[in-house]
């Protein structure tokens, strides 16, 4: 059974907004974020939030631009992208961690337990 399942990715132009939403399945996690993979790149970090206090971290490339927020009610997560760019485009990826992480962690995919199986953005010139 999948414990994190994302939604919400698509064909964008530049310039226009998509929000990503992540459901975990019956389950709550001490550090949630986003990570995405282009073609022929790495997987690299986008947002974290950490459940405790409600602290969001952002890649350099995405400040600005993106809003990761948790929606305790719902136990969902959400990445809302605005002023997207075709360097945006990329497979996201809903990542989870049962405890709480160091901030000096928080970046690093090996240090998260759960992973979804990806949304695919694609964001157009």
């Known amino acids: 059974q999948d414990q994190l399942v994302e939604s919400g990715g698509g064909l964008v132009q530049a310039g226009d907004s998509l929000r990503l939403s992540c459901a975990p399945s019956?389950?709550?996690?001490?550090?949630m974020g986003w990570f995405r993979q282009a073609p022929g790149k790495e997987r690299e970090f986008v947002a974290a939030?950490?459940?405790?206090?409600?602290?969001?971290y952002y890649a350099d490339s995405v400040k600005g631009r993106f809003t990761i927020s948790l929606d305790k009610a719902k136990n969902t997560l959400y990445l809302q992208m605005d002023n997207t760019k075709p360097e945006d485009t990329a497979v996201y990826y809903c990542?989870?961690?049962?405890?709480?992480?160091?901030?000096?962690?928080?970046?690093?995919?090996?240090?998260?337990?759960?992973w979804g199986r990806g949304t695919q953005v694609t964001v157009s010139s």
């Open positions: 990542a989870a961690r049962d405890n709480n992480l160091v901030l000096s962690a928080i970046r690093e995919g090996a240090q998260y337990n759960y």
């Open positions: 019956g389950r709550t996690f001490g550090v």
């Open positions: 939030v950490r459940r405790f206090n409600g602290g969001t």
